[in-house]
T-cell receptor, first 112, second 115 residues
């Protein structure tokens, strides 16, 4: 069975500082990894994905994620956080069965 | 490009009543998904369609939940009878094709409260 762990329920960061939202995964075979963001009263929006190739993946709104196979991690990063980045972030993994499994989410709060 | 449309936006019912949700995916998207998101948890896949056929319904509580996708476009999800633990946001999503690498486009969801 595939699974995703997001160890932090909430991450607080000051605007302008770098941010990291952590994710580790477990899956049989090659992983397909995703990050989605959810703003209040809205559906999830795709940020980025890792399929194969370069371990550093760039996505929307200046976000990027680093795939680390040995640590089975896929942490989300941004060099300089904005207040507008405050939202709920979900990591997800898809194995060979085309079934997307989500983590429990990390609430990101960016303060002035 | 129009997104995934869902209705109603909110629904409040009493336990043992029935309820139905509707979803219209992005035009041309072959794959449609229904997810259940309970407060404080990540979305959980209930059922996945490829055109009008079911690909995966292993996590659908079939004694009370049913879903259909007639003509391979719109879909409805029904709960009959509802239980308190069914209170959640029901998200519909679609993707262009069926594949582990495909990104999903989500609707805004239907928030269900069962009293």
């Amino acid at each position: 069975a595939q699974s995703v762990a997001q160890p932090e329920d909430q991450v607080n960061v000051a605007e302008g500082n770098p941010l990291t939202v952590k994710c580790t995964y477990s899956v049989s075979g090659n992983p397909y990894l995703f990050w989605y963001v959810q703003y209040p009263n809205r559906g999830l929006q795709f940020l980025l994905k890792y399929i194969t190739g370069d371990n550093l993946v760039k996505g929307s709104y200046g976000f990027e994620a680093e795939f680390n196979k040995s640590q089975t991690s896929f942490h989300l990063k941004k060099p300089s956080a904005l207040v507008s980045d405050s939202a709920l972030y979900f990591c997800a993994v898809s194995g060979g069965g085309n079934k997307l499994t989500f983590g429990t989410g990390t609430q990101l709060k960016v303060e002035l | 490009e129009a997104g995934v449309a869902q209705s109603p936006r909110y629904k409040i019912i009493e336990k043992r009543q029935s309820v139905a949700f509707w979803c219209n995916p992005i035009s041309g998207h072959a794959t449609l998904y229904w997810y259940q998101q309970i407060l404080g948890q990540g979305p959980k896949l209930l059922i996945q369609f490829q055109n009008n056929g079911v690909v995966d319904d292993s996590q659908l509580p079939k004694d009370r939940f049913s879903a259909e996708r007639l003509k391979g476009v719109d879909s409805t999800l029904k709960i009959q009878p509802a239980k308190l633990e069914d209170s959640a946001v029901y998200l519909c999503a679609s993707s262009l094709e069926l594949g582990a690498e495909e990104k999903l486009f989500f609707g805004s969801g239907t928030q269900l409260s069962v009293l």
